[in-house]
C-alpha cells in the first residue's frame, strides 16, 4: 500500500534517518486473524518528526476482516450493543464532554450546524452533543452494524462506511460544520495519514472546526514504555501530528496533551504486573470495564432506581472531582494529544 520503504509518510525525510522496533502484539496475541496480521509488523520511527508507522501496510481486506471477525466480535470487549437505553442524564463521560467544551471555545456553533463524528463507535458524542450544543444535525461514519441501531435512535444520519480518501461519492456535496475524529487517525496505515487529512480537509465548511484525538505516542523518548501497539499502525507525538496537519491544509488552531500523566499510566503498570503475568494500567482497565458492562445491561435500570444509585454523584464535591478529570487539563505529559484545526 503505497510507499513502504524510501521515505516518511509524514514528514518525506529518507528513511535512512528512521530506526524500527517490535510491534508489541500482546491483546490480540492468541487470536489467528490477528496474529497473521500483526506478527509480521515492525514500527518504522522518523528521528526528525519522531512518527512511527507499522510495516508492511495491511490491505483493507484484511484490516476488516479483523475488526469485523475479532475486534467488534460479540465476545470481544469493544463489541458494541444497542445501548442507547443506557444513555441518560447520568451517562457523563469526561472525554466527549471536555472535546465538545473546547470545541465551543473555538467556534460558536448555531442551531442546524452539522456535526460529524468519524468512527463514532456507540455514539456517546451525540449524547453529549444534544446536551452541550444547540440543535445541530448530526452525521456519522461507522461502519461498526452493532452501533447502527443506537445511532438511528439518536437522530443520526449514518455512513456506514470505510471512512477513506475514496469516499467522496457518499457525502455529494454535504459540508461540515464540526469534524470529530477521536482515536481513529492512528488506526490507519502510516501512508494514509496525510490523504485522510486532507479528504478532512476538503469536508470542512469554510468557518468549520477539526478535533483530533490520537495517543500520545512518543516512540523515540517512550519507546520502553508501552506493552501493547494492535490494533494501531501509526503513532504521534505532537510534532508528527502538527506536521501531518499543516502538510494536510489544515490551520492548527490548539495543540495540548491531555487524560493520565505517561509516569503516572506507566506506573500504574510497572504496579500490575508485579504479581506476574502482564495486566493493563488502571484507567484501561476501567475503560474496558465500562464497555463490557454496557454490554451486559443493554437496558438501563429504572430512572428511580439510579437516582438512588447515583444520586450523590452530583453532590458538589463529585461535581468538582469530575471537572477535575485529566481530560479537562492540558500539558505535554499527557497519554492523549487533542487539537483544533480548521481550514488555512
Known amino acids: 500500500m503505497g510507499n513502504e520503504n524510501s521515505f516518511c509518510p509524514i514528514c518525506s525525510s529518507e528513511k535512512d534517518v528512521s530506526f524500527s522496533i ?4 500482546y491483546e490480540f496475541a492468541t487470536n489467528e486473524v490477528a496474529q497473521d496480521i500483526f506478527s509480521d509488523l515492525k514500527i518504522h520511527v ?41 444513555y441518560s442524564d447520568f451517562s457523563l463521560e469526561p472525554r466527549p464532554i471536555s472535546q465538545i467544551l473546547l470545541a465551543k471555545s473555538f467556534k460558536e456553533f448555531k442551531e442546524n450546524d452539522t456535526l460529524l463524528d468519524i468512527g463514532c463507535g456507540r455514539g456517546i458524542s451525540f449524547w453529549i452533543a444534544r446536551k452541550l450544543l444547540p440543535k445541530m444535525r448530526l452525521f456519522a461514519v461507522e461502519p461498526d452494524q452493532f452501533s447502527h441501531p443506537t445511532l438511528k435512535s439518536l437522530g ?11 469516499s467522496g461519492p457518499v457525502f455529494g ?23 485522510v487529512l486532507q479528504y478532512i480537509q476538503t469536508l470542512l465548511t469554510d468557518d468549520g472546526i477539526f478535533l483530533c484525538e490520537v495517543p500520545n505516542s512518543d516512540l523515540i523518548t517512550r519507546r520502553n514504555m508501552r506493552y501493547n501497539d494492535a490494533p494501531h499502525l501509526s503513532f504521534f507525538n505532537e510534532t508528527s501530528l502538527r506536521t501531518a496537519l499543516e502538510k494536510s491544509g489544515l490551520n492548527l488552531r490548539f495543540m495540548g ?5 505517561h509516569s503516572e499510566w506507566w506506573e500504574e503498570y510497572i504496579k500490575s504486573t ?5 495486566q493493563e494500567p488502571a484507567d484501561g482497565r476501567l475503560n474496558r470495564i465500562s464497555r463490557i458492562t454496557s454490554n451486559l445491561f443493554p437496558e438501563s435500570p429504572p430512572k428511580e432506581y439510579l437516582k438512588k444509585l447515583y444520586g450523590k454523584l452530583f453532590s458538589t464535591q463529585n461535581v468538582f472531582k469530575f471537572l477535575s478529570s485529566d481530560d479537562f487539563q492540558y500539558g505535554s505529559e499527557g497519554t492523549c494529544i487533542r487539537v483544533i484545526a480548521g481550514k488555512l
Open 46 to 86: 522518523c528521528k526528525r518528526c519522531g512518527f512511527g508507522w507499522a510495516l508492511p501496510s495491511i490491505d483493507k481486506t484484511r484490516l476488516d476482516k479483523f475488526y469485523s471477525d475479532v475486534y467488534r466480535d460479540t465476545h470481544s470487549a469493544y463489541h458494541v450493543r444497542n445501548t442507547v437505553s443506557n
Open 22 to 25: 517490535e510491534y508489541m502484539n
Open 156 to 166: 443520526v444520519q449514518l455512513y456506514p462506511i470505510y471512512f477513506d480518501r475514496y
Open 257 to 261: 496533551c491531555c487524560s493520565q500523566k
Open 274 to 278: 508485579r504479581n506476574g503475568g502482564k
Open 173 to 195: 456535496s454535504q459540508r461540515f460544520d464540526f469534524i470529530l475524529m477521536s482515536h481513529l487517525l492512528e488506526h490507519y496505515n502510516g501512508d494514509e495519514i496525510i490523504p
